[in-house]
């Protein structure tokens, strides 16, 4: 019989570090970009964006007939770094999100508004340029 070398199991440590690491690698991506929410509201795309700290002259917005565009960058206070700072869970940096919107919407009459931390984007929706025609019938020369 031929003899085999076996790989010893891993402890329970190594194998709670390795399912970690997904998760942790998910959690680091998420926390680049702002929490986003969309709600359909009847006529109105209603597009919620949280970006607490970030100063609104610090945000761009674009939107467009599909799709919204957030652009910002948050900063850290001045003094921030070097400061004995022993814990930060925080984002600073630039951001860019795009959101798809679920219907085609008028983008000359988009709103922004920014309260608490909370960027709100109102657009309505729009017929995307489409008309429905009406089919007239040629009637046949009477003779």
């Known amino acids: 019989m031929e003899s085999r ?8 440590d190594d194998v709670s570090r390795l399912m970690e690491w ?3 690698l998910w959690a680091q991506m998420m926390r680049d970009v702002p ?14 964006i949280e970006v607490p700290g970030v100063d609104p002259d610090d945000i761009d917005v674009e939107v467009t007939p599909q799709q919204v565009i957030v652009r910002g960058e948050t900063r850290q206070a001045s003094g921030g770094e070097g400061q004995g700072i022993y814990h930060s869970e ?13 219907a085609t919407v008028d983008t000359d ?17 729009s017929d995307g340029g ?3 025609l009406r089919i007239s019938q040629d009637r046949p020369a009477q003779h």
């Open 5 to 12: 070398s076996m790989m010893p199991w891993p402890d329970r």
């Open 22 to 24: 997904p998760q942790r």
């Open 35 to 48: 929490s986003v929410e969309v709600a359909d509201e009847g006529d109105v795309v209603c597009v919620r």
């Open 90 to 102: 925080r984002r600073y940096g630039r951001f860019t999100r795009t959101i798809p919107l679920p």
């Open 109 to 125: 009459a988009a709103q922004a508004s920014y309260r608490n931390g909370l960027l709100e984007v109102r657009v309505p929706r």
């Open 130 to 132: 489409r008309k429905k």
